[in-house]
């Protein structure tokens, strides 16, 4: 038997292997890691390789490509295809890897179990032989497993005491491996969601009151477009934008997101270094760690304030727990950074068994119940 912190891998029956590891986050947050593209791009794989492709049909006669650059070496595909789909609890997979280190195709079946706010998962994996079975329980550790299921663990762990990182937005949550690509892509996803449910809004909706004390369904637009040109005001922009209390609040934002994501999409502008509430961070960072935030939870409360759907996408959900748990109190104190600003609000209690957009919006000040 082999460890490593709380993973264990060992052999079972005539050519399974067994591989255990319990990680400090819900099922859910550990399952959609396991499973959503931009999540397992985080984690997966030895330290030092990139999973370059990661293409995911998550159903049962689904497949499945992913594709590694490792260092120095040839790049290494593992396809395969989900046999089972039983979200968040189980996957059964079948799966080989180009190169074949498995002596054929294996089949895997993982389970995700929680217990106390913890996840266990575990993988038995079937192998082609005894054989093949103990060449992998004799090489599968140095291949990295350790390092990933620590990337895994570190994006899905909630650590309220973590205090090495003063900040929000410079945490690891939220940001890829290789940076600004991810960002610009998570922006656009936002952005794209944001401008859907400003289509959303009856005309006659956009008095309505919102979640936000004293703001408007129009104000949380305007607010957001306001966001927008804070966020390039370090560079010295003089950009003023359009005002959704004067435009119409979808050719405002039309215009703040366009200009929001030509920053972001050129590498000299989203690489500039700025001072921000929360210190150095580059453009693109910023952007990530402030306005890609609004654009969710603004989202919620002008889809609340408006009648419309407020789901919060499960991907948003698993970026945004960790970093929801570590809020500074400075954040939540009006008037830290400059008079009449105010970050976040107080937090609101929530259930234990609360769903976890409920518990991720009670530690952002929102009150989950909240209702015109």
């Excluded at 330290?47 to 594709?67: M, N, P, S, V």
């Excluded at 913890?118 to 032989?129: L, Q």
């Excluded at 004799?138 to 663990?153: H, K, M, P, V, Y």
Aim: glycine content about 8%; proline content about 6%.
């Amino acid at each position: 038997m082999r460890t490593a912190a709380d993973l264990i891998i060992e052999p079972h029956h005539s050519r399974d292997l067994v591989i255990t590891r319990t990680f400090a986050a819900p099922r859910q947050l550990v399952f959609d890691a396991w499973t959503q593209p931009e999540l397992l791009r985080r984690w997966y794989g030895p330290r030092g390789w990139h999973l370059t492709t990661c293409e995911i049909d998550l159903r049962a006669g689904g497949r499945f490509l992913y594709l590694l650059q490792r260092p120095n070496r040839a790049d290494m595909a593992l396809r395969g295809t989900y046999q089972a789909v039983d979200a968040p609890t189980r996957l059964v997979t079948s799966e080989r890897w180009d190169d074949d280190w498995t002596e054929g195709e294996t089949h895997t079946t993982t389970s995700f179990d929680e217990r106390d706010g913890a996840t266990t998962v575990t993988r038995i994996i079937e192998f082609t032989s005894a054989a093949a079975r103990d060449r992998a329980l004799g090489s599968i550790g140095r291949g990295g497993l350790e390092d990933a299921f620590q990337r895994l663990d570190d994006l899905v762990r909630a650590e309220p005491d973590d205090t090495a990182r003063d900040d929000v937005g410079q945490r690891d949550v939220g940001r890829s491996d290789d940076g600004r690509d991810y960002i610009a892509g998570r922006y656009r996803r936002r952005a794209a969601r944001f401008d859907e449910l400003i289509l959303g809004v009856g005309s006659d909706a956009w008095a309505s009151q919102s979640p936000c004390e004293d703001w408007t369904a129009r104000d949380i637009v305007d607010h957001v477009i306001v966001m927008h040109a804070a966020m390039l005001a370090p560079l010295g922009s003089s950009w003023e934008p359009k005002s959704a209390t004067a435009d119409r609040p979808i050719d405002a934002f039309a215009s703040a997101r366009a200009r929001m994501q030509h920053a972001l999409d050129d590498p000299a502008v989203a690489g500039t270094e700025c001072s921000t509430p929360t210190g150095t961070l580059t453009v693109a960072e910023h952007v990530d760690a402030a306005l890609s935030v609004d654009l969710v939870l603004h989202g919620w409360d002008l889809a609340r304030a408006t009648g419309q759907d407020d789901t919060i996408p499960a991907e948003d959900l698993a970026l945004l727990w960790p970093i929801a748990q570590s809020i500074p109190e400075q954040f939540r104190v009006p008037g830290a950074f400059r008079p009449g600003l105010v970050v976040f609000g107080p937090q609101v209690p929530v259930a234990a068994d609360a769903p976890l957009q409920h518990k991720i919006l009670g530690l952002y000040g929102r009150d989950p119940a909240w209702q015109q």
